[in-house]
DNA sequence: CTGTGACTTGAAGTCCGTC
DNA sequence: AGACGGACTTCAAGTCACA
């Protein structure tokens, strides 16, 4: 699994578990809703100052959005 | 603590544990020595596709490389 | 072996709009 | 609400010489 893709799950999920539109959230996180549709399609390969601004904006602490998700869960 | 000093400090710490010096990383995670000893020293912002090269060549995962220090520990 | 400044090229990141 | 396109500016990627 490509990073970029696991980005894109992670933040895709957290944001919808939060309710946000990919509009919404773009703007509490200050980040373009085109470049949030982007990362979510893992199209996009941010940097670490931008997946922390995600992180951020989700509420969570950066590795969690780096994490993959637990085989046995 | 910024993401890039967070992640610099672990690479480096990882690194070190490993006993080996930038210059040999480099060469194993194809990276070059300069670069890694920008990363290292938090003045570069690298894409989360290069955190996952310096995260193979440490033998980690990724998230782990943007996991904060526990305090307890 | 490592730090650092400088440099070119390509991609990150933003803004416009359409479907 | 979200996918997707183009055009644009900024900055990261990648490499060098030198301390």
């Known amino acids: 699994m490509d990073v970029r893709q696991l980005f894109g799950t992670n933040v ?3 944001r919808l578990e939060k309710g946000l539109s ?4 773009g703007f ?3 980040i373009d809703r085109t470049y949030v549709s982007g990362v979510e ?3 996009r390969n941010p940097t670490i100052v931008l997946a922390e601004k995600f992180a951020q ?3 969570v ?3 969690e959005l ?3 998700p637990a085989k046995g869960a």
Request: no cysteine.
């Open 66 to 68: 780096l994490r993959r």
């Open 61 to 63: 602490e950066v590795d």
């Open 12 to 14: 895709r999920r957290l």
């Open 41 to 43: 399609r893992g199209l």
């Open 57 to 59: 904006g989700l509420g």
């Open 28 to 30: 509490v996180a200050g």
């Open 22 to 25: 990919q509009e919404e959230f």
